[in-house]
């Protein structure tokens, strides 16, 4: 640190991580610094209620991390030493975004991913070694102390054990600078409104999401070729979850509830609250996994931010950064980063202004710090709460056309960022704060946007959900006949389907016929008999564990027509001139189910029929309702997204010359037949 002969004496209310980082910015420039702190900090990786957020998760991204390597040098490696774990973004999580599974490929983005309380306590060993660097503990501010058009201090109290209230007379405390970064719950707006300079803007967009977060530790034996898995939720599943890695060889999940829903507080409850997310992703991993804390919830959530840029007028010598400014939904871990950003823009003006040699602080300084400041908030701003405004009743009332526009901009944005290119690298540069808003408007974006999400399938090793059903049904495939023969508990008639399902083949003897997606093997005797001696059946399925089992069924039943082989059916290459293909309940598993069908009719002969048999949503079902379907489909590999979404019947009828449906259980079961042109 550079030597400081000034005299200048700058106060920091709140020692949050935000006033920690401009403290350290600050002692660059002035003779001394004294951080106020309304807690008593603990002794090392603590939690302490003045940071309730710190029992959830927290991520340190790109542009955060360069900022607190700036301010507190070497701090990064401390972290990583004592067991923070960067993570590669995208290539080293498991990401479903609003548009689906993020396609995994290495960029130049790292999440640093740890405890709060980790975090806060590095740095904190950090800045006590500042020799210009004073904290006082459990003391408040309550107020400011103004003189013309400045702000000359603070009026200051301190925890007083035999006082009735626990405090103690209030003082003035004078200072040469005062920094608000109090948090969420800052006053600076009602103060200086008190002082005359006019009342303070606010915007708010309350998704109403709520948490409930507990750290488990990661199972014996754990091998995955990813650290994090997020599923962020949609308007029609409104749930969410993350599971981070964190120091001590942890994983901290965080479930959500978004729209007044609240997540269970108990350890049974969350864990079944996770069956009910987008995918069963999360579920699966913290399903037998050991929880080593309680279960913890929060339920302010949302994002404001305070327009103290708008104010015409504003007092010298005083300034506002961190959630004090704008506090952002936590779901997207952007809060700490942008206050470590904004600790840096205090620390470049003063250094422009040269106060370290001059000892001065020029007039209009810190009015003019509003605007980098209020620019950090943009960023974050633009993803967390255009994300959160899709939801009813997240915004105060009717949005404006500009931000009506916008909203249905970045959903189309999030729709194409699932795959590689300009979209997936503007929206991960914005996520990180390391670019402005206005990337995501860049030429190449814009027309990628235009041009919608691709539909290229990727491969086996590539596609997230692939590998998901694989290891689903490699550990599920023993048990898998017991488990539907269960379904018939619930009225469904499971092989009464298939029956009806085979049946529409219409197959001859001599016929060939692939049955796609054949499990354990459950249609193969009948397909057998259909097609006798002189016909030939293809078993094709995804898992080897699976096939096994239809081998065992072949043996038993002394079949010679049939064969198996194991594929990807999103890549597997129909043999041609095929008489008739069957897929029982696995067309709506398939992302690219699309391409499936398609194939299929590019191998059927003419009047070959395509049968596909599966779930779907009736239409009297009300979809804010599907999210409760998640347990009872997740055993199989299904998803609520997948039941709102994916309509091979659909795809069926458009390759047909002509089609028919049947329907059974109510509407959840369908049959549809298309006779190929």
Not at 61 to 73: E, I, K, M
Not at 274 to 292: H, M, S
Request: glycine content about 10%; charged content about 25%; aromatic content about 6%.
């Amino acid at each position: 640190m550079p030597d400081i002969n000034n005299r200048l004496h700058a106060v920091v209310l709140g020692g949050s991580l935000a006033g920690m980082c401009v403290a350290a910015a600050l002692a660059r420039h002035v003779g001394r610094v004294t951080l106020v702190e309304r807690d008593l900090y603990p002794d090392g990786p603590d939690w302490r209620r003045g940071v309730p957020q710190a029992r959830h998760t927290h991520n340190l991204l790109g542009a955060g991390q360069r900022a607190l390597d700036r301010l507190f040098p070497g701090v990064l490696a401390d972290l990583r030493e004592h067991g923070v774990v960067d993570v590669r973004m995208p290539a080293d999580m498991l990401a479903m975004i609003p548009g689906g599974w993020m396609e995994r490929f290495t960029s130049r983005h790292v999440v640093m991913s740890g405890t709060r309380d980790l975090m806060d306590s590095r740095v904190r060993h950090r800045l006590v070694e500042l020799p210009n660097v004073e904290i006082r503990q459990e003391c408040e501010a309550l107020g400011l102390l103004a003189q013309g058009d400045a702000i000359r201090g603070v009026v200051l109290r301190d925890k007083a054990a035999g006082a009735k209230t626990g405090w103690g007379e209030s003082y003035e405390f004078p200072a040469d600078l005062v920094v608000d970064s109090t948090g969420r719950n800052s006053r600076s707006s009602g103060w200086l409104e008190d002082l005359g300079y006019g009342k303070v803007e606010e915007s708010v967009v309350d998704a109403k999401c709520a948490y409930a977060t507990c750290v488990f530790a990661i199972p014996p034996g754990h091998e995955a070729d990813w650290k994090c898995i997020v599923i962020q939720s949609t308007p029609d599943v409104p749930r969410q979850g993350i599971l981070n890695p964190i120091e001590g060889d942890r994983w901290m999940v965080s479930v959500s509830g978004v729209g007044g829903e609240r997540p269970p507080l108990d350890h049974k409850g969350m864990i079944e609250f996770a069956k009910t997310l987008r995918g069963p992703e999360i579920y699966d991993q913290i399903r037998d996994a050991e929880p080593l804390t309680e279960v913890y919830g929060s339920g302010r959530t949302e994002n404001r931010r305070r327009h103290y840029e708008n104010l015409d007028r504003w007092p010298d010598r005083f300034v506002v950064l961190g959630d004090a400014v704008g506090s952002f939904n936590p779901a997207y871990g952007q809060g700490i980063s942008v206050a470590a950003t904004a600790a840096v823009d205090v620390d470049d003006a003063f250094e422009a202004a040269g106060t370290r040699d001059s000892g001065r602080i020029p007039a209009g300084l810190t009015a003019d710090l509003r605007k980098p400041i209020a620019r950090r908030v943009d960023g974050a701003w633009m993803l967390s709460a255009n994300s959160d405004l899709v939801y009813p009743g997240a915004a105060p009332g009717p949005l404006p056309l500009p931000a009506r526009l916008a909203q249905r901009y970045m959903g189309r944005l999030v729709q194409v960022a699932t795959s590689k290119g300009p979209a997936a690298t503007a929206l991960l540069d914005t996520y990180h704060l390391l670019a402005s808003p206005e990337a995501v408007f860049r030429p190449r974006v814009v027309a990628e946007v235009l041009r919608g999400p691709k539909k290229e399938e990727k491969s086996l090793t590539g596609n997230v959900e692939t590998t998901r059903l694989l290891n689903l049904y490699r550990k599920r495939a023993k048990n898998y006949d017991i488990m539907s023969n269960r379904l018939y508990l619930i009225g469904q008639r499971t092989m009464a389907y298939k029956h009806l399902a085979l049946d529409q083949l219409a197959v001859r003897p001599g016929d060939t016929v692939i049955d796609a997606g054949t499990g354990t093997g459950h249609n193969l005797p009948y397909l057998a008999r259909m097609v006798g001696p002189e016909g030939k059946v293809i078993g094709i399925d995804l898992t080897d564990s699976m096939l096994n089992l239809a081998e065992d069924r072949i043996r038993e039943h002394g079949l010679t027509n049939v064969t198996l082989q194991q594929a990807d059916l999103t890549t597997y290459e129909f043999p041609a001139k095929v008489d008739a293909i069957v897929a029982c309940f696995s067309l709506t598993l398939i992302e690219g189910y699309e391409t499936v069908v398609k194939n299929g009719y590019d191998a059927l002969v003419p009047g070959g029929r395509w049968v596909a048999l599966d779930y779907r949503l009736p239409d009297w079902w009300p979809r804010r309702a599907v999210p409760a379907l998640g347990p009872v489909i997740a055993p199989f590999g299904g998803t609520p997204d997948m039941l709102l979404n994916r309509h091979p019947w659909k795809a069926i009828e458009q390759g047909a010359a002509r089609t028919s449906t049947t329907t059974r259980y109510g509407g959840w079961v369908y049959i549809t037949t298309g006779i190929a042109p």
